[in-house]
């Protein structure tokens, strides 16, 4: 069978990764890797575009040098993020990070116009303040020439897409991110951009995951002497491919994506749209196969990322390895964080950012970077609890593991407090999740996969799972207590 190529671009770098089927497996290589380093360029941070979207052409070359031109292209990406083109298919300035401060308190506003509840109830989307809604607001103050200039809003994987294609068109699970796709409506929801001055004819039509969605542009043929390959719109948003490959035949599941983001909740047939869940901020992202992810954000390894980065700014070489060998041996549950506490999304430093919330809840910040990773890491375990605790509040189902993909199983620590933290074993695997849910979609549009049930079980019997049983779970108990007291967590939802 013929092989096909998935591009995954995360927050922090992206791969190329060929797929293959053989016996009746699935067999994936890495053709490509590279780094993804968001630039800030006078007070705003910004996605190197060009750089990432010349990243394709390399893997597409490294397959040409191989011999292999795949039979399929994809490409995945993190969400809410876009870029927009004007009336000649120009890009209209570089598109911006998600993590970029110009929609700071913008989320406030919005609510003044249209009430939270009502934003909730239209789209089913969590209140995130980065969410495209949001995003889109912010550029009507700062920039309001440039949406007017605008003709079309293109989502970071469907833009990659047009570069390749010369084709204009949304993908449905990244759509659904932007926090004006209305599940009821089926499309997006215009009522929504026209109460907030927002232009609805930047939109355009919302493809589904999975479908054939143009052939490399002539241009692009000639330029790196490849053949018109096909590309295919698959689970566009990273969390939806990685969802999508998922080793499991059961219907009913709880996953964690861990990478930059931590992204626990569990797959429905329907959005799930009521108070309990506005209540919990959980959301309804689309999915692959006619799926809702009912999910929530965790802040995730972003936290750690953003220390060591702090650390090796200040000088130090410290290896990742190191690092956890430090935490292990630091001492257990000496102090906690929310992960999620708001001053977390883009501190300038995380380390110091760390010291501050312990001394703001009467704790003895960490004194150093060990007990400071340890700090994280357990935290994190905790907080996994809280949310498959509200996941099953609110599917009134118990689920008996917990599925972990992404980078983040490669942190053996973190997978093993997981399980400790739970009391459920924790089923890690696979690592590259995206990419083979990218993989599968393809398939199935190739017809090389009947559908999304066979390719889970296809991952199943293809990639191997590191089973971590639970721990010390008395400690992990009281530690639990101390963490929602400490957090305010209870408190939060009276
Ligand atoms: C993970 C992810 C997540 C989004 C965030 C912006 O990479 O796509 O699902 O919330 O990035």
Redesign the pocket.
Known sequence: MSSVLAFDF??SSGKAYRGKLLDGRLHIEEVHRFANQPVRVNGHLYWDILQLFQQIKWGLLKTKQEGEYPAAIGIDS???DFGLLDETGELLGNPYH?RDRRTDGVMQEVFAQIPRTEIFHRTGIQF?PFNTLYQLYALRKTNPGQLEKATDLLMIPALFRYFLTGEKHNEFSNAT?TQFYNPQIGGWDTELLRRLQLPEKLMGPILPPGSRAGVLQQEICRELGVPSIPVIAVAE???GSAVAAIPTDQEDFVYLSC???S?MGTEQRQALINQQVLAANFTNEGGAGQTFRLLK?IMGLWILQECIRAWETEGSNTSYEQLLDRAAAADAFACFIDPDHPSFLHPEQMPAQIMQYCLETGQQPPANTGATVRCVLESLALKYRYILERTEQLTGKRYNGLHIVGGGIHNKLLCQFTANAIGRPVWAGPVEASAIGNILLQMIALGQIADLASGRNMVKASFPVTVYQPAEQRDWENAYQRFLDITGLLRSEE
């Open positions: 995360g927050a993190w969400a809410v998600y995130l991110t948003h990273d969390t990478g930059t983001w992204l954000n």
